[in-house]
Nanobody, 120 residues
Framework: QVQLAESGGGLVQAGGSLRLSCAAS????????MGWYRQAPGKQRGLVAQ???????NYADSVKGRFTISRDNAKNTVYLQMNSLKPEDTAVYYC??????????????WGQGTQVTVSS
């Protein structure tokens, strides 16, 4: 059994910063890619940023240059540093991880989501 616990969301003014964290726990052998997705009201969930086990990163065009994804493999944790936030960044942010279980098998896991609200 694996859990992803997110933290760091909240309310911030435009131009401000937030840092999201997502820690994986459970019977984990290793973690392949980790990433952050977001879903605004009335819109589909979409990729924000992704990082592989080799630290290769990928960003949505809308956040390039403002957001930075990183990971701490010793802590099974992924971070999203969000700077220069805009009202259009308002959404529920979800953590995702591709996890290899101790018992075998590789599965995609989701966190419960954390709300980020950017006021103008």
């Amino acid at each position: 059994q694996v859990q992803l616990a997110e933290s760091g969301g909240g309310l911030v003014q435009a131009g401000g910063s937030l840092r999201l964290s997502c820690a994986a726990s459970g019977r984990i052998r290793s973690i392949d890619r980790m990433g952050w997705y977001r879903q605004a009201p009335g819109k589909q969930r979409g990729l924000v940023a992704q990082i592989t086990s080799g630290d290769n990163t990928n960003y949505a065009d809308s956040v390039k240059g403002r957001f930075t994804i990183s990971r701490d493999n010793a802590k099974n944790t992924v971070y999203l540093q969000m700077n220069s936030l805009k009202p259009e960044d308002t959404a529920v942010y979800y953590c995702n991880a591709l996890i290899v279980l101790e018992a075998g098998g590789t599965f995609s896991h989701w966190g419960q989501g954390t709300q980020v609200t950017v006021s103008s």
